[in-house]
């Protein structure tokens, strides 16, 4: 899939948008768009960014002691 940045918007802001998420998903995402991460913290309006599929990140079970 395939996005273009807005004005301000930032590779991580993009990733929470799509995903949900950012843990692992902007280090693919760096990984298919190659040059991405020499454009800046802030991405220029109108870049394109490609969004690989993820898959969806495992949930650990919680335990509470009080219950």
Known sequence: MRVIASQGDTLDALCYRRYG??????EA?????PGLAELG???PH???VELPVVESST???TVNLWD
């Open 21 to 26: 998420r950012t843990e692992g998903v902007v």
């Open 41 to 43: 913290a802030v991405l």
């Open 29 to 33: 995402v760096l990984a298919v768009n």
């Open 46 to 48: 109108g870049t394109a």
């Open 59 to 61: 949930t650990s079970e």
